[in-house]
């Protein structure tokens, strides 16, 4: 791998309250480290019946690059005749995401969130493709985002489900700046 040997370690817990039905709030902390130097923070925490039947939710991250991406070039028509590094980006990331969730039926759930997300370059792009085009997306990059998610599911396991049925949809729309604030 690009990033030599990768270590993935995390936990879920739940915190549990006597006056609130199955558990008080919910979370998840995840890091992730690279022989490369990179790592990944990960927090997702789910905070039950804060507004009356409405959970609270929160996800972060923070990675100090993400791993490898390649990028050759825009359109069908680019040829790809460098060397394999000469592809190579990566970036600094952090995020946080905040939004409202409902569940129902035992497994469903519809959920509205709203996050930032800011990534920045962290390879040095001389001898690579970014040296000699402007591609958007070379600098500093801000992403804002808002989602809606609609999970419907009548399976009778959520890991390992033998009988049942399942629809999901997702919508998503954002708006990307760069460091001039264009977009």
Do not use: C, W
Not at 99 to 128: K, V
Not at 140 to 152: G, H, Q
């Amino acid at each position: 791998a690009d990033d030599g040997f990768i270590l993935s370690l995390g936990v879920d817990f739940a915190d549990h309250s006597y006056n609130k039905k199955d558990y008080n709030s919910k979370h998840n902390i995840r890091l992730t480290g690279a022989t490369s130097g990179s790592f990944l923070i990960t927090y997702s925490g789910k905070f039950h019946h804060v507004l009356g039947d409405l959970d609270l939710l929160f996800d972060g991250h923070f990675a100090n690059p993400i791993n490898y991406t390649f990028f050759y070039g825009l359109g069908n028509e680019t040829t790809n005749d460098q060397d394999r590094n000469y592809y190579r980006t990566r970036y600094d990331s952090k995020g946080v995401f905040t939004g409202l969730g409902y569940d129902f039926m035992r497994q469903s759930s519809l959920t509205l969130n709203i996050g930032y997300e800011n990534n920045e370059p962290a390879i040095d792009t001389s001898g690579t493709i970014f040296e000699t085009d402007d591609f958007f997306g070379t600098d500093k990059v801000n992403l804002f985002e808002a989602s809606i998610n609609f999970d419907l599911d009548f399976r009778n396991h959520s890991t390992f489900p033998t009988s049942g049925t399942r629809f999901f949809a997702s919508y998503k729309n954002g708006l990307i700046t760069n460091n001039d604030n264009s977009n």
